[in-house]
């Protein structure tokens, strides 16, 4: 088992909600201005087709704003050709009313039309926003260092590619429109009220501080209950993944009454936050519309009134009266808006948060690269500006190497050792001793606080990361497959490998055997869990992968730790002709499998404490003695 145990058993965190509009992030941005400002750096890429929107999106709103005014006239002439008919004076004058209408339509085809391409060109920017940030989480995921990975929930990743970056998408698409559409709309209909009747105008816009006010104080008791609503969440889909990938331990330990407590609590909590923030936030919309339904009353009154002094026309009261209405929607909107901004900016934090991650220490500026050549593996690099070539042997040395992944409680303290060129060496001692720590210092998933490991003599962050794990190659005792063919896995250590290597790897690594069992054979396709093979099954694979990769340095970390006797036995022949010529690590528990090693190290506290062959370690009756009679006993 590795040193280092994260999260408990068969916890992977929360893969975030099963698809987009589930749940736009609630949470409150920290820094609501520089999150924005982040994004809008993101939009700067797309000048033109915001502009683009923001012409069209005007253009759509002015054409609607003047409909209400032009509809006056055919009222005011409908009007005026009545009372002429009453008073046999006149009659109605169906050719202007008709012009007007035709007016109208056009008026409101451009509209729609103006919305129509304004969308359009909207949703592919909110569209090409998220694939970018998509794209830059991901290749931000392979910059990251392995330590990123050990301290941070894979469903915590996983939610700001999904959850988060959703967010965006939808809300910018719908925040952006809004507000240009919004604001368009509050400046032109209050310049067509102005036209109708500054008085009444005056006494529509004393509703607008009184819908401001109630929505501010609406929005800010809401906010605090976002934030749990995103924590809570998060809790759900954690238990939600714990609970399936574990449902062969929580029904062998008899734990399903736990799980359902557990996440019973969960969900209530998740339940209670969700209610209260959306029922806070749904309250702004009836409150902004009561206030506005109010107005437009008040407006009814006073036009009644003009209308009755002969101040103004039946046509422009109408005209008012849907302005009125036009009046109160942006109004609402703009609330609306601001809490949308909100979610926004916190999904964004998120993502920017994730992206701003510190990276792998950067490459050395003059690095040193592996390479295969048809004589043999050499190594490049450039000495006092000249480049050099010489063949790689693949000799290691740790020189007091100190390491903590936390540097004040070191686990290595000072590891020396000097492994020559082709030695096979194994690593044993008690669980947490530091073994797998080693093998992960010299493949540079972690760098080492003090001292140095050394590759052929030279220091291993010099080479680029790239090179250094071309050179080794790993069996790690947790496999990792993915969803594909048994042969894609395999080649997964040489994607240009042919066919028949692969079949040479599979070969000795004894996969060959039961992949011809198999119905598809070697296209038999794993599925995404690796739960249609065997364990054993699974680590025949990932060593297959190693025998192809053809590593100079050979590291395998409890390789057979899940493959019953006999299978191991046929490993154990295959790993003797894999490691003939090669540098070779072997991590065992089981001791029985490393007697023929020309050199063990036994590690406790994270120092070498015993060094030798096997039977000079027995005879020294140590702790070396001491672990392995100890495996023996009952026999």
Known sequence: MSERQQNGPGFRGPRGPGGPGVMMTGEKAKDLRGSLKKLLGYLGAYRKQIAAVLIFAVGSTVFSIIGPKVLGRATNALATGIIAMARGTGEIDFAYIGRIVLWLLGLYLLSAVFGYLQSYIMAGVSNDVTYRLRRDISEKIHRLPLKYFESTSQGEVLSRVTNDVDAISQNLNQSIVQIITSVTTLIGVLIMMLTISPMMTGLSVLIVPCSAILSVLIIKRSQKYFTGQQKYLGEVNGSIEETYGGQTVIRAFRGEERARVKFNGQNDQLYLTAWKSQFLSGLIMPAVNFIGNLGYVMGCVVGAARIAAGALDLGDVQAFLTYIRSFNQPISQVANISNVLQQTAAAAERVFEFLAQPEEVAEDPAPIRFARTAAGPVLRYTENGVPQERPFRGTVE????????????????????????????????????????????????????????LLDGFDIRRYTRESLRAALGMVLQDTWLYGDTIRENIRYGDRAASDAQVLAA???????????????????????????????????????????????????????????????????????????????????????????????????????????????LLARGGAYAEMYNSQFESA
Do not use: W
């Not at 090669?582 to 036994?602: E, K, N, Q």
């Open 398 to 453: 740790f020189c007091h190497v100190v390491f903590g992944y936390d540097p004040q409680k070191p686990v290595i303290r000072d590891f020396s050792a000097f492994v020559e060129a082709g030695q096979k060496v194994a690593i044993v001692g008690p669980t947490g001793a530091g073994k797998t720590t080693i093998v992960k210092l010299l493949m540079r998933f972690y760098d080492v606080n003090d001292g140095c490991i």
């Open 506 to 616: 599979a070969q000795a690594a004894r996969v060959d055997h039961f992949a011809r069992t198999l119905p598809g054979g070697y296209d038999d396709e794993i599925n995404e869990e690796s739960s249609n093979i065997s364990a054993g099954q699974k680590q025949l694979i990932t060593i297959a992968r190693a025998v192809l990769a053809d590593p100079q340095v050979l590291i395998l970390d409890e390789a057979t730790s899940s493959v019953d006797t006999k299978t191991e036995v046929d490993i154990q022949h295959a790993m003797d002709h894999l490691m003939q010529g090669r540098t070779s690590f072997i991590i065992a528990h089981r001791l029985s499998t490393i007697r023929d090693c020309g050199t063990i190290l036994m590690m406790r506290d994270g120092d070498i404490v015993e060094q030798g062959s096997h039977q000079a």
